[in-house]
């Protein structure tokens, strides 16, 4: 079981493409790990405002509306250097063109 007591921040994602990869990655090495979501909360605004915003991501079609989230990995401290080196690992090409 991670507690606060035992763990070590592994990384922080902002996508679910490195969420699934590094999920993959650790589960495939059999190291516990937990991932913790959190809520990018935007600056309070006016109503107005966020109308406006709204309205001007429309017509630009940029349409963003969802919160942002970022995902923090957690590992056990005694596996923190294994998980490392595999997610520094598995950034590289798995192979090279000659």
């Known amino acids: 079981m ?3 007591f035992n763990r070590r921040k592994l990384a922080i ?11 993959s990655i650790l589960a495939v090495a059999h190291i516990e790990y937990l991932v913790r979501t959190v809520r990018e909360e ?3 605004e006016s109503p107005v405002r966020k109308a406006e915003t ?10 963003h509306v969802g919160p942002a989230f970022s995902y923090v990995f957690y590992v056990r401290k005694k ?6 080196a595999l997610n520094r690992r598995r950034r590289l090409p798995l192979c ?3």
């Open 2 to 4: 991670i507690t606060i």
């Open 54 to 63: 709204a309205w001007s991501g429309y017509l630009r079609n940029d349409i």
């Open 13 to 23: 994602v902002f996508s679910m493409k490195e969420v699934v990869r590094l999920r």
């Open 42 to 44: 935007p600056e309070a």
């Open 79 to 84: 596996d923190f250097g294994d998980a490392a």
């Open 96 to 98: 090279r063109a000659h």
